[in-house]
């Protein structure tokens, strides 16, 4: 009888860009380190002490730093770029990318795998993962409207001849060269976002960002949206899809 060698499983590398985001990588690494086979990481001048955490992590095989500059200049293009470029050392197959703030579902691995097959037999080379907006309960999301809906193409192929989206900011990670018809195929695959979970939280990042594109060149649709509570409609995190740790209360909130 004839045995044919198997298939290795496909190289998966974690990119991750951050800045002063001591109180979300604890955790970041917590969930995201046995699902991939490593992290490529940028530090986009940090100065609370997430560079030195980040550069311990063991899973870390590259960690490049930007000094810190006043005034900060956000450049997500130019960011994503070197990570993409500095994981070819590596040789990974297939590349992730997962924001400080956010968290990958508990079966990643698994249903990455499958999808990494699916996208061999159709010949996709990049997907689109759900984006779940966790909204005032860690196990619910926001799902009326445009929230039920957000995708991001953050799982793609490892291609040397990635065509970067040159755009400041609400850049795609993926390849351009890896559109069909103009888009990106969607996987089935959770990424939860936790900076939307307080109210706080959602108004600063509304906040940051229409100081970033006041004249709303880079989203159309604005930043209200972001604060407004019109049909809120919550759903919780099925069985299976669930993500962990679990973000914790802050300090002051807590009961003594």
């Known amino acids: 009888m004839r045995l044919w060698p198997r298939r290795r499983s496909p190289r998966i590398l974690a990119l991750l860009t951050f800045r002063n985001e001591m ?3 604890p955790d970041w690494f917590e969930n995201v380190r046995a699902q991939v086979d490593g992290v490529i990481a940028l530090d986009d001048g940090s100065t609370d002490g997430s560079t030195e955490l980040v550069a311990r992590q063991r899973e870390v095989l590259q960690l490049i730093r930007i000094p810190p500059a006043d005034p900060h200049l ?21 590349l992730v990318a997962i924001d400080a703030d956010e968290r990958i579902e508990i079966e990643f691995r698994e249903r990455a795998e499958r999808e990494i097959a699916r996208a061999r ?5 990049a997907w689109r993962v759900h984006v779940r907006e966790i909204w005032d309960d860690p196990v619910h999301y926001r799902a009326d409207g445009i929230w039920g809906l957000k995708s991001a193409a953050r799982f793609f192929e490892a291609r040397r001849d990635h065509q970067f989206h040159m755009q400041q900011l609400h850049c795609h990670w993926a390849p351009l060269n890896s559109m069909e018809n103009g888009d990106f195929p969607q ?12 109210e706080g939280d959602r108004k600063s990042r509304q906040a940051r960002y229409e100081a970033l594109d006041p004249d709303r060149k880079l989203q159309a649709i604005g930043y209200a949206y972001m604060t407004d509570p019109t049909g809120l409609q919550l759903e919780r995190i099925p069985r299976a899809r669930e993500y962990h740790p679990l973000p914790q209360p802050p300090p002051e909130s807590r009961r003594v």
């Open 187 to 198: 996987a089935d695959l959770m990424l939860y976002h936790l900076r939307m979970l307080r």
């Open 23 to 25: 109180r979300f990588l």
């Open 74 to 94: 956000w450049d997500d293009a130019m960011n994503h770029r070197r990570l993409v470029e500095t994981s070819w050392q590596y040789n990974p197959d297939w």
């Open 121 to 125: 037999r159709k010949g996709h080379r």
